[in-house]
């Protein structure tokens, strides 16, 4: 529509430029150095790269942060779904305040989530000893970094899926209910298909969030090798150790599993003309 | 058939419905007729049980539903903006009060066919909404609610979000529709019209109130105050009364109870012709006319007329309140 209206067209000098500085922009912030990164990894030879991403460390702290990305994403769907519903369909004092809350992991930085963690549940924490007498480790453990990871990731559904939620309205939920329908029943027939992809677009971005987290992760980890070292610190421990192949090759299997999301999600996403 | 007894519903300072008691007899039409903010989309949703009443009951068929869930009420709602499930098709929009029952599928294609069959939508089976019209989405929302064979049918402005002509079609659907399946229906317009046309009981409803109830021709030609007068109908102002402009006569010659007026404008709506006059004292009185007697009358913008009451047509009158009725003005040009 706005093509035909004579004031909003652009001149064809104009649109090109528009259109080189885009790329442009994407291209140096974004395509340059994966490419290189790429470039890099494969530079010394396929064999070389399968042998560093499939050693021992490397193979542990890929499960680990498989791990760590599948429970945040199962539980920050289930949170995110439910807060959504809360914020946007419930009227209750503090609903404002919750409202902020949810956003807070963005607001806070990671490495201050790490150590706000380790005062909770480290040995000198609050529920150190309690923790320590019933013999659970949380920090410098798998589950420390797991509660990290859930943290930073917890916004993006709720996030995703509450404009959605606002958007449809509650009129369909309400002639399901004169239609019969139990609470269950308008759940998952009439509200979860409408918000469908949302859920799916948030989920794109807590895996996402999760898989690439450090910071948090970092200070709580204790960075034992082939125990609690996620990918992400993988990479950080081969830099420093100046084994740069190595860390290429660990960088490139992250950036791998950030492409395969971002694919899901483009295969995911809704066609538009569908509401 | 509904009753609701003094049912008042108040949302923080504003009081939404005060006192109100309602009956809609078995089998009928009825209609909540007022403007917005008047209490009539409220009492329709504290009858489907999508409010819940402050005080009051409401009883369906007789039987206690105050507190009952809107899943149990066994009603059939229809919303102003369809509330169509967009990711089903058309079928299992119909379907889905039988298949959370669950009925057994064979019964369900039936009754969906057969439903779909009788509001013209036979062949729209596997349409999305988004593939239907307007009019057809709504007819498709009241097969939906058809279909668990509710004990009532509630119809929250069913045509409001609809293009004039379609509504106009859709009301006659309607009054047709319910000659068919003859299940006790309340409808909530703001249309006078609209609720005059398809009705067998109006429902005449201000600030949470019901001024009035009654079939539409008792209370156009008896309304019980200036409110209803002023609602159902044009109306203009003479002699410190509420009048209908088409009981007024017009003439060119001075009458006996009749009074001075130059006509200051004359509109022409076809077979109608609306006269604009001033009286003496500044006070403005619209007659409406057909286009024979305007032709007789032969008056144009400026002439001098005498208007008064028509005794043979022996028209409806009402003092004029202190405080002004919702609408003296002229109403907008009728929908054709």
Avoid: C
Avoid at chain 2, 82 to 107: I, Q, W
């Amino acid at each position: 529509m706005s093509a035909e209206r004579p004031g909003l067209r652009t001149s064809r000098p104009a649109r090109y430029t528009l259109r080189f500085l885009a790329l442009g922009y994407l291209a140096v912030l974004l395509l340059i150095p994966l490419g290189v990164i790429l470039y890099r990894t494969f530079e010394p030879g396929i064999g070389e790269v399968w042998a560093s991403i499939t050693t021992p460390a490397a193979q542990s702290a890929f499960q680990l942060t498989l791990l760590a990305a599948g429970i945040a994403v199962v539980l920050n769907t289930i949170f995110g779904v439910l807060t959504a519903l809360v914020l946007v369909r419930g009227r209750f004092p503090g609903r404002r305040f919750l409202d902020a809350l949810v956003d807070l992991p963005f607001a806070v930085s990671p490495i201050v989530v790490g150590i706000a963690l380790i005062l909770v549940y480290g040995q000198t924490g609050w529920f150190g000893d309690t923790l320590e007498n019933a013999g659970i480790q949380i920090i410098f453990s798998w589950p420390g970094i797991v509660l990290a990871t859930v943290f930073v990731s917890l916004p993006f559904v709720a996030r995703e899926v509450a404009p959605v939620l606002r958007e449809i309205g509650d009129d369909q939920e309400q002639a399901a209910a004169t239609l019969g329908a139990s609470r269950w029943q308008i759940f998952w027939r009439i509200t979860m298909p409408a918000i469908r992809w949302g859920v799916a677009y948030g989920v794109v971005l807590t895996t996402a969030r999760a898989i690439g987290e450090f910071g948090a992760v970092s200070v709580v980890s204790g960075h034992i090798q082939g125990e609690t070292q996620t990918l992400t610190l993988l990479v950080e421990q081969r830099f420093q150790n100046f084994d740069l192949a190595g860390a290429y090759a660990a960088s490139a299997v992250l950036a791998v599993i950030a492409l395969v999301t971002l694919l899901a999600m483009t295969l995911l996403n809704p066609r538009k003309d569908e509401t | 058939m509904i009753n609701v007894s003094n049912v008042s519903k108040r949302f923080g300072d504003f009081q939404a419905l005060d006192d109100v008691s309602l009956v809609v007899p078995e089998g009928s039409l009825g209609a909540l007729l007022g403007p917005s903010g008047s209490g009539k989309s409220t009492l329709l949703r504290i009858i489907a049980g999508l409010e819940a009443p402050d005080t009051g009951t409401v009883a369906i068929d007789g039987q206690d539903s105050t507190g009952v869930s809107p899943q149990q009420r066994n009603i059939g709602f229809v919303f102003q903006h369809y509330a169509a499930f967009k990711h089903m098709t058309v079928r299992d929009n119909v379907a889905f009060g039988l298949s959370v029952r669950k009925r057994p599928k064979p019964e369900i294609t039936a009754r969906v066919d057969e439903l779909l069959g009788i509001v013209g939508l036979s062949g729209y089976q596997e349409r999305y909404p988004n593939q239907l019209s307007g009019g057809q989405r709504q007819r498709m929302a009241l097969a939906r609610a058809l279909a668990v064979e509710p004990r009532v049918l509630l119809l929250d402005e069913p045509f409001g979000a609809l293009d004039a002509n379609v509504r106009a079609d859709l009301r006659d659907w309607l009054r047709r529709l319910h000659e068919k399946v003859p299940v006790t229906t309340l409808l909530v317009t703001h249309d006078q019209e609209e609720a005059m046309e398809i009705t067998d009981n109006i429902a005449v409803m201000n600030a949470g109130k019901i001024e009035q109830h009654g079939p539409p021709r008792e209370l156009y030609d008896a309304p019980a105050n200036a409110f209803v007068m002023g609602f159902l109908g044009p109306v203009a102002t003479l002699d410190g009364a509420l009048v209908r402009p088409h009981d007024l006569l017009l003439t060119a010659d001075p009458r006996e109870g009749a009074v001075e007026a130059q006509v200051s404008r004359i509109v022409h709506l076809g077979f109608e012709v609306r006269i604009e006059a001033e009286l003496a004292d500044g006070e403005k009185v619209w007659v409406q006319v057909t286009r024979g007697d305007a032709e007789l009358l032969e008056a144009g913008e400026g002439d001098i007329v005498w208007i008064g009451s028509d005794a043979a047509a022996g028209g409806t009158t009402v003092p004029v309140p202190e405080a002004a009725p919702a609408t003296t003005e002229q109403p907008a040009e009728p929908a054709v």
